[in-house]
C-alpha cells in the first residue's frame, strides 16, 4: 500500500502521454465492449424467448389470412396445449400520421397467463373487454400521446370498411394493458367479434394463430405437423416457434461472428504492441530514476512490481472506461434487437482481457527495469 | 525555397533515424494496418453484394411497376394490360418480330436451410415466355428449362448450395401440388433465385395480376421515348424504371446496415489508430527536443519541423495502408459471406483499397499534427541544459 503514492506519481510522470494510452485502450475495450456484448446479447434473447409458443401463419407473403376454423382443428392435434388466435386492422387516430394498430382478440385466459410475450393484461381489465362489444383496452404511454382516459369513446379511420361502407371504427375505452415493449404507444387491443361482425371483406378469418405445445423439445416436429395438417387446403400455414423465428432473424448477426472475431482479435493486436512500446519507452526515459530507487535500497523484485503495477492500474482503468462507454452507448447500439442488455459477463471477461493485456505488455519492460545495473544507469550507459 | 530545403533536410534526418526508433515506427505501421484491414474488410461485404447482384444489369433493360408502388413486391400489373403493354414503343422484337415483353409474379415460399434446417422465404418467380430473350445470360448449368403450363421449376445454384431439395429431380410441394425441379442455372443475384412459367405461377397461386413487366428496350435511348409514352396515357396506371434502379432499390436495406456496421466500427479502429499514431510521434518528438532545439538555435524555421513531422507521420501511415489492404484481401477476399438471409462473396476491390489509403493519410495526418505543434515549439534553451 506503501508504494501507492509511488505507483501514481508514475503514471503521471507524463500526463498527455498518460491520457493518451488510457483514451486508445478505452476505446478498444469500448469496441469490444459493443460488438462483443452484442453478439452474446443476441445469443441470450434468443435462448429466453419460449420454444414451446408457436406461431402459425400464412404460408405465402401477402397471402389470403387463416380461416377461423382451423382453430378447432389445431386444438385437436395432440400434443397441443392450448391455442388462441389474433387479427388486427390498422387504423389512424384524427389524422393520417398518428397511426394506431387495433389488436383484436377474443378475450380469454390465455392472454392472462400464456402469452406475456405480447402483452401483459391484468385479469379486471380483460374482463371488461369481454362485457364491452365495441370496448378496447389502451396502454399508458397511447393514453399519454393522444390524451385518452378510461371511459372515453375514441374514433379511428380504417381501410379496413365496415359491411355498410363506412371507413370509422369507434371504440370505448374500458381499461388498460402493457405492452412488452414500452414506449412505443403503437396498438390497441379490441374484441375480435367485433371487428368481424362489422368488417365486409376476410368475414371468418384470422392473422395468425399462437399455439402452445405441451413438450418445448418437440417444437419443430409439431410446427411440421402443423403444417403438413393444413398442407393441401388453399390456406396453407407455415408454422415455427417464436424461438425459432427469433433465431432466424438474429442468424444475421450470427453470421457475422467471424468477422466479429476478426475485428476483435486485430484491435488487441494493434493495442498490445502499442502499449509494449508505450511501456519500452517510459523505462527508457526513466531508467536514472530506477538507478536512484536502486540506489535507496529497492530491489530488483519492488521494481518489477511496480511498472506491472502502473501498466496494470492504467489498463484496467481504461478498459472500466471502455466497458462504461459501451454500455451507455448499447441501447443505440442494439436498438433494432428488442430486449438486448449489455451482459455481465462481457465486462467481466473484457476486465480479465484487460488484466491480460497489462501483463503481457508489463512483463518484457518491467524486467528490463528490474534488472537494471546502478552503476551502467546512472552512467547512462 | 529556403524552407523547402529545411524540409527535405528534416524529412531525410526523420527518416534515417526510423531504424533507430524501431519500436515506436512500428507502433505507427501496426496501428493503421489493423484500422485499414478492418475497414476494407467489412466495407468487402458490401463491394461484394453489390458486385454480385449487379454483375449483369443491362441499360437495355427495364421494368414496368404500378405508378404508386414503392417496390415491384407491392405492384400489381393486371392480366388485360399485357397487350397495350406489348405496343409500347422503344421495346426490342425477337426473332419473330414479337416485342420482348416478360410479365413477372414473384410469391415467396418456404425452403430449408442445408446447413441448420431453419425454414425461409425464397422468392419464386414467375415469368412469361419470352423469358430467355429477355434475359439470355442465364445459363443452365443441369437439366433443362421448364416448359410452359407444367408445374416445372428451375432453381439457381445458389439455391442448391444453401437449401434443400434444389437439385435437378428433386420434387417440391407447395399450394397443393407437385412441382418438379428440372434445371439449375447460374445467374448473378445475391439471393437464391427460382423460376417457373408465370401463368402456372398465378393460377395455382391463386393471383390474377403480375406484380411486374420486363422489356428489353431497342436501345438505352429508347428509355425516354417509353417512359414519355406511359405519361401520354395515365390509364395505364404505370412508370418505367432502369433495371439498375430496381436492383439497386433492393439492395439498399442490404448496403444501408452493412455501411453502416463497417464506417462504424471502421472509424472507431481509425480513432485508436490516430491516438496511437500520435502517442508514438509525441514520444519521437520528446526524444529529440534537444535536437529540434539546436536545429531551432541554428535558424531552421518552425514551418518546415511541422511539416517534416506531419510527412514522417504520413509516410508511415501508408505503409499500414497498403499492408492493411493486403491483409483483408487475403484473409476476406473471395470469402462467402451469408449476412442478413443474402449469400455472396466478398470483393476487396481497388477503390477499397484506395479508400483504405484516404483513411490511412487521415490518420497519419491528424495523428502527426499535435506533436508536429509542439515539436515546433521546444524552446531553445532547452538545446543549453544537458539532460
Known amino acids: 500500500m506503501k508504494y501507492l503514492p509511488l505507483l501514481w506519481s508514475g503514471i503521471w510522470r507524463k500526463p498527455g502521454r498518460t491520457a493518451l494510452v488510457l483514451l486508445q485502450v478505452a476505446v478498444a475495450f469500448a469496441l469490444f465492449g459493443v460488438l462483443q456484448g452484442m453478439k452474446t446479447g443476441v445469443d441470450r434473447a434468443v435462448a429466453k424467448t419460449r420454444a414451446d409458443l408457436l406461431l402459425v401463419t400464412p404460408a405465402d407473403f401477402g397471402g389470403t389470412p387463416l380461416p377461423i376454423s382451423y382453430l378447432d382443428r389445431l386444438r385437436s392435434i395432440p400434443g397441443m396445449q392450448s391455442v388462441d388466435f389474433a387479427d388486427g386492422f390498422l387504423g389512424t387516430y384524427q389524422k393520417p400520421t398518428q397511426p394506431v394498430y387495433v389488436l383484436a382478440i377474443r378475450p380469454s385466459e390465455l392472454w392472462v397467463t400464456l402469452v406475456p410475450e405480447m402483452f401483459q393484461v391484468a385479469p379486471k381489465d380483460l374482463e371488461a373487454l369481454k362485457n364491452t362489444r365495441d370496448g378496447a383496452l389502451i396502454t399508458a404511454d397511447i393514453g399519454k400521446k393522444y390524451g385518452w382516459h378510461v ?139 530506477f538507478a536512484v530507487l536502486k540506489t535507496l535500497g529497492f530491489g530488483d523484485r519492488p521494481i518489477f512490481l511496480l511498472v506491472v503495477g502502473e501498466c496494470l492500474l492504467i489498463c484496467i482503468l481504461a478498459a472500466l472506461v471502455g466497458l462504461a462507454l459501451a454500455t451507455g452507448v448499447f441501447p443505440y447500439a442494439g436498438k433494432f434487437v428488442p430486449g438486448l442488455s449489455m451482459p455481465l459477463s462481457v465486462v467481466g471477461f473484457g476486465l480479465v482481457g484487460a488484466v491480460l493485456v497489462a501483463l503481457i505488455t508489463a512483463v518484457p519492460p518491467a524486467l528490463r527495469a528490474a534488472r537494471l545495473q546502478v552503476v551502467d544507469a546512472l552512467a547512462g550507459r | 525555397m529556403k524552407l523547402a530545403r529545411q524540409f527535405w533536410a528534416l524529412l531525410r534526418m526523420n527518416l534515417e533515424a526510423i531504424p533507430a526508433r524501431l519500436g515506436l515506427v512500428c507502433t505507427i505501421v501496426i496501428g493503421v494496418t489493423c484500422a485499414v484491414a478492418v475497414l476494407v474488410s ?164 391463386g393471383r390474377n395480376t403480375y406484380n411486374q413487366a420486363n422489356v428489353m428496350l431497342q436501345s438505352p435511348g429508347a428509355f425516354a421515348d417509353l417512359a414519355n409514352a406511359l405519361k401520354a396515357n395515365p390509364s395505364l396506371h404505370l412508370k418505367v424504371q432502369h433495371e439498375a434502379e430496381i436492383f439497386a432499390q433492393n439492395m439498399q436495406q442490404l448496403n444501408g446496415i452493412l455501411n453502416f456496421v463497417s464506417y462504424f466500427v471502421g472509424a472507431i479502429m481509425a480513432l485508436a489508430a490516430t491516438i496511437g499514431a ?86 497519419g495526418l491528424i495523428g502527426g499534427l499535435l506533436p508536429a505543434l509542439r515539436a515546433a515549439r521546444v524552446p531553445v534553451t532547452d538545446a543549453m541544459r544537458a539532460t
Open chain 1, 151 to 289: 371511459g372515453d369513446r375514441i374514433p379511428l379511420t380504417s381501410t379496413t370498411l365496415q359491411s355498410d361502407g363506412s371507413g370509422t371504427w369507434s371504440f370505448q375505452i374500458v381499461g388498460t394493458f402493457t405492452d412488452h415493449e414500452p414506449g412505443e404507444a403503437g396498438f390497441i387491443v379490441g374484441n375480435y367479434d367485433y371487428l368481424d361482425q362489422a368488417r365486409v371483406l376476410n368475414k371468418g378469418t384470422v392473422r395468425n394463430f399462437y399455439a402452445i405445445i405441451a413438450d418445448p423439445k418437440r417444437a419443430a416436429e409439431m410446427s411440421d405437423t402443423i403444417d403438413r395438417a393444413f398442407g393441401n387446403s388453399s390456406n396453407e400455414t407455415k408454422t415455427g416457434s417464436l424461438r425459432e423465428i427469433a433465431q432466424q432473424q438474429m442468424r444475421a448477426i450470427g453470421d457475422l461472428n467471424f468477422l466479429i472475431r476478426s475485428v476483435v482479435g486485430a484491435v488487441l493486436v494493434a493495442l498490445l504492441f502499442s502499449i509494449t512500446t508505450m511501456m519500452m519507452q517510459t523505462i527508457r526515459e526513466r531508467t536514472p530514476e
Open chain 2, 278 to 363: 500520435a502517442n508514438s510521434l509525441y514520444a519521437i518528438v520528446d526524444g529529440r527536443r534537444r535536437e529540434l532545439a539546436i536545429l531551432r538555435a541554428v535558424g531552421f524555421n518552425s514551418l518546415p519541423i511541422v511539416a517534416s513531422v506531419v510527412s514522417e507521420s504520413i509516410l508511415l501511415a501508408l505503409p499500414g495502408a497498403l499492408i492493411g489492404a493486403l491483409v483483408a484481401w487475403l484473409l476476406f477476399n473471395g470469402l462467402l459471406a451469408s449476412p442478413l438471409g443474402a449469400s455472396f462473396h466478398m470483393a476487396v476491390t481497388p477503390s477499397l483499397a484506395l479508400l483504405g489509403l484516404g483513411w490511412a493519410l487521415g490518420i
Open chain 2, 42 to 205: 467489412m466495407l468487402a461485404m458490401g463491394a461484394g453484394a453489390r458486385q454480385e447482384a449487379m454483375g449483369n444489369v443491362s441499360p437495355n433493360r427495364a421494368t414496368l411497376t404500378s405508378v404508386d408502388a414503392p417496390s415491384p413486391l407491392q405492384s400489381s400489373v393486371a392480366q388485360d394490360a399485357a397487350p397495350l403493354i406489348r405496343d409500347l414503343p422503344g421495346i426490342r422484337r425477337d426473332a419473330q418480330g414479337k416485342p420482348i415483353v416478360v410479365f413477372q409474379a414473384t410469391v415467396f415460399v418456404q425452403a430449408r436451410s442445408k446447413i441448420n434446417g431453419a425454414q425461409t422465404g425464397f422468392p419464386l418467380i414467375g415469368m412469361t415466355p419470352g423469358f430467355t430473350d429477355y434475359q439470355p445470360e442465364l445459363h443452365i448449368t443441369a437439366g433443362r428449362m421448364y416448359t410452359p403450363g407444367l408445374r416445372e421449376l428451375i432453381a439457381s445454384n445458389k439455391c442448391v448450395r444453401q437449401y434443400t431439395d434444389f437439385g435437378v429431380g428433386a420434387h417440391r410441394h407447395m399450394r397443393g401440388g407437385d412441382w418438379v425441379v428440372v434445371g439449375n442455372f447460374d445467374l448473378a443475384s445475391t439471393v437464391c433465385l427460382v423460376f417457373a412459367d408465370g401463368d402456372t405461377i398465378l393460377s395455382a397461386f
